[in-house]
């Protein structure tokens, strides 16, 4: 018994380890949400949906669900406009920090409020298309 709980509490800090990411697929978003399937975070923050398309540029944000520091399963964003079949979304984890009140998402294209993280100057995202 002591074994079983050792391997877990090592799994789970492997898992930590591994840096931040977004794990999504390709999906239904007629509901009007979109769902990364996990999400690893550094921090407190967000998922935040961005428009994208071939150049692979964030674009305007479409929706946002908080996220906790650690491990974050089924997070599902409202989307707060209609998104169409084929459409490309980037899935995006943004910090909390920078922002006037926590637990508000204050971020818009460009400023430094509730921004993106960029570990090693790379943006933690995932691209997948609306079905």
């Known amino acids: 018994m002591m074994l079983s709980a050792g391997f877990v509490l090592a799994?789970?800090?492997?898992?930590?380890?591994?840096?931040?990411?977004?794990?999504?697929?390709d999906q239904d978003v007629s509901g009007g949400?979109?769902?990364?399937?996990?999400?690893?975070?550094?921090?407190?923050?967000?998922?935040?949906?961005?428009?994208?398309?071939?150049?692979?540029?964030?674009?305007p944000v479409v929706g946002y669900?908080?996220?906790?520091?650690?491990?974050?399963m089924d997070v599902?964003?409202?989307?707060?406009?209609?998104?169409?079949s084929g459409e490309m979304l980037m899935l995006m984890v943004?910090?909390?920090?920078?922002g006037m009140k926590t637990g508000v998402?204050?971020?818009?294209?460009g400023a430094k409020e509730d921004g993106p993280i960029k570990p090693d100057g790379k943006?933690?995202?995932?691209?997948i298309h609306a079905e």
């Open 11 to 25: 799994s789970s800090t492997g898992a930590l380890a591994m840096g931040p990411m977004v794990d999504a697929m």
């Open 33 to 59: 949400t979109v769902t990364a399937e996990k999400i690893m975070a550094g921090e407190n923050g967000w998922l935040v949906v961005h428009r994208t398309d071939k150049d692979m540029k964030p674009g």
């Open 65 to 72: 669900a908080p996220i906790k520091k650690g491990e974050n």
């Open 76 to 84: 599902a964003a409202i989307l707060q406009e209609p998104v169409k």
């Open 94 to 98: 943004h910090s909390e920090a920078g």
């Open 105 to 109: 998402y204050e971020y818009t294209l």
């Open 123 to 127: 943006l933690v995202m995932k691209v």
